[in-house]
């Protein structure tokens, strides 16, 4: 099949620029881009890789769509994607271009590599080193009156991939979209890259939005920050695997204090708000954990209390690795509230379990771990260091090539451009009936922890 046979409506509909702006060749033309060649708007990729043999196959529940979590329902979605990269034609003049890096809500390991390759991606379509500015904390920054715009030249961002964190400060909420496009506006800002997670990416797509109300010409580009994973569509957000390569240190440190402890319970706690996509990763890849909770999937004390004293009774300790979100039926009370972030507050699960370990298990050993902020401050692997520079890279290649409110991402390993709309849809989730899940507990031989009441009630 030609990609010319695929109807528009097949692929996902990115926003354009285009009619508003004058197309000419890229400044990597001449060479036609060091030997390697342009993308093509009609280079396209599939979104969905598998075809099942029927409904009751592992991992077919939403096949072709997209689940969303919040309505529990199937959401389908175009075929095929754009793949990312960069073009032969350009639509804006670099001579022209002012852009702008913004950062938003936690730490994740990765920050520093996507803006050093923005900056040096820009520099290299041309873009004057003197036009490419840093917001200081987030969206706030935009109308602080004490964290001012900072230059980001080669020199300034040479070298910060090898330390955590973010040169540019982060944080949540905060977000006047009113405000922040008449700056875009004032300053004369043209290409807006926004670092973020399903927060920042739905602020991205309001701007843009707000951008288009007012008549502001911008490209504005998302790119892919989760530490939980939990962005649609994309296979891994970066920041992810360096997450989980952390998680197992943590894991592997419980492992040691429970087996060396009279009947010793190592619980580790690790991030996921609404996702346990690392909690489940790190579980399978540090082979010593026993339990594995994640928000997906209900349990109930008495279950896991009853599944707990009967590995102790085999083994002598077990490690137990939960994610923040699991269990927030049995902890959650009237004063949860909100952050800035507009997430909900979320209970302690893990000194819950702590608490309720020592109480139920006799004599139980429990020590308990939080590796939550030493895992997003750190650098990151190799693996998310490439990942990080490509995403860079690619977020400027759309920008130049006259999208806007897109964000960049690895789709059935292929790197694609996606429309922020599709997904800020919902929170992407571990699939309960699918293959990774299934390969966990069958590989820590664990059951369903809901007790026969609790079942039957459900």
């Not at 330390?163 to 944080?171: E, F, M, Q, R």
């Not at 346990?276 to 790190?282: K, S």
Request: a neutral charge; glycine letters at 10%.
């Amino acid at each position: 099949m030609r990609s010319s046979d695929i109807p528009e409506e097949d692929i996902l509909e990115l926003k354009t620029l285009r009619n508003e702006l004058a197309p000419r060749d890229s400044p990597f033309a001449f060479n036609n881009n060091s030997g390697g060649g342009f993308v093509g708007d009609r280079d396209l990729c599939v979104t969905s890789a598998s075809v099942y043999e029927n409904e009751t196959s592992s991992g077919s529940s939403c096949n072709g769509g997209l689940f969303n979590s919040a309505e529990q329902t199937c959401v389908p979605i175009a075929p095929w994607a754009r793949r990312s990269g960069p073009r032969r034609t350009i639509y804006w003049d670099p001579r022209q271009v002012t852009a702008a890096i913004v950062t938003c809500g936690g730490l994740c390991p990765g920050l520093n590599d996507v803006i050093q390759n923005i900056v040096f991606t820009l520099e290299d379509y041309g873009v004057r080193p003197d036009a490419i500015f840093g917001i200081r904390y987030g969206l706030r920054g935009f109308y602080s009156r004490t964290s001012k715009p900072v230059e980001l030249k080669q020199k300034r961002v040479d070298g910060i991939h090898l330390t955590g964190g973010t040169i540019l400060g982060t944080s949540r909420g905060g977000a006047d979209i009113r405000r922040i496009v008449q700056r875009l506006s004032l300053w004369g800002i043209n290409m807006l890259f926004v670092v973020g997670g399903n927060g920042g990416n739905a602020a991205a797509n309001a701007i843009q939005q707000e951008c288009e109300k007012q008549s502001v010409l911008c490209s504005v580009v998302g790119i892919p920050k989760s530490v939980d994973n939990d962005i649609l569509l994309i296979d891994r957000c970066f920041g992810f695997d360096t997450a989980v390569e952390e998680a197992q240190r943590a894991l592997l440190a419980a492992k040691v204090e429970a087996s060396s402890a009279l009947n010793g319970v190592g619980l580790v706690r690790l991030m996921g708000r609404s996702s346990g996509f690392i909690t489940m990763e790190a579980s399978m890849a540090s082979g010593v954990v026993d339990i594995c909770l994640i928000p997906e999937i209900d349990f109930d004390v008495p279950a896991l209390m009853a599944h707990a004293r009967l590995l102790l009774q085999q083994k002598g300790h077990i490690v137990v690795c939960v994610a923040e979100g699991a269990g927030q039926k049995l902890v959650a009370d009237s004063s949860s509230g909100m952050d800035a972030s507009g997430n909900a507050i979320l209970k302690d699960i893990g000194t819950y379990l702590k608490d309720a370990f020592k109480k139920h298990l006799d004599d139980a050993d429990v020590k308990y771990i939080d590796p939550t902020y030493l895992i997003r401050a750190v650098n990151t692997n190799s693996t998310d260091r490439i990942y990080c520079k490509v995403l860079g890279q690619s977020a400027v290649h759309g920008a130049f090539a006259g999208y806007t409110g897109f964000t960049p991402g690895l789709l059935n390993t292929h790197y694609v451009f996606l429309p922020i709309p599709v997904i800020i849809q919902a929170v992407r989730t571990v699939d309960p009936s699918g293959r990774s899940w299934n390969r966990l507990k069958t590989a820590i031989n664990q059951p369903d922890l809901v007790s026969s009441a609790q079942a039957v009630a459900a």
